[in-house]
Nanobody
Framework: QVQLIESGGGLVQAGGSLRLSCAAS????????MGWFRQAPGKEREFVAFIGWSGRTIYYADSVKGRFIISRGNAKNTVYLQMNSLKPEDTAVYYCAAGPRGTPESRQYNYWGQGTQVTVSS
């Protein structure tokens, strides 16, 4: 019923920036919270940030706080992740997720995108 599609990943040098986008299908429940997670090879999926349905509630993982910015479009079915001052340890597949409540716990999200690769070279 709900499809999430990420875009904007790529290869960037350390210190550079990327902006990820996630668009949900037109039947998306606009009261859902949306979040970003990432997963590097051999590691568990890691919380990055989430934003509430109104866009007023925002929470970041400590590892990205001050560097990444999450925002939500006016239509509320689009979410963005502006990533600044990228580090090699940010290299991962980044996933967009949606669920009924904002939380760092990945198991609480109902829908997931396919992921977009972000590679930061040193």
């Amino acid at each position: 019923q709900v499809q999430l599609i990420e875009s904007g990943g790529g290869l960037v040098q350390a210190g550079g920036s990327l902006r990820l986008s996630c668009a949900a299908s037109r039947r998306f429940v606009t009261t859902y919270s949306m979040g970003w997670f990432r997963q590097a090879p051999g590691k568990e999926r890691e919380f990055v940030a989430f934003i509430g349905w109104s866009g007023r509630t925002i929470y970041y993982a400590d590892s990205v706080k001050g560097r990444f910015i999450i925002s939500r479009g006016n239509a509320k079915n689009t979410v963005y992740l502006q990533m600044n001052s990228l580090k090699p340890e940010d290299t991962a597949v980044y996933y967009c997720a949606a669920g009924p409540r904002g939380t760092p716990e990945s198991r609480q999200y109902n829908y997931w995108g396919q992921g977009t690769q972000v590679t930061v070279s040193s």
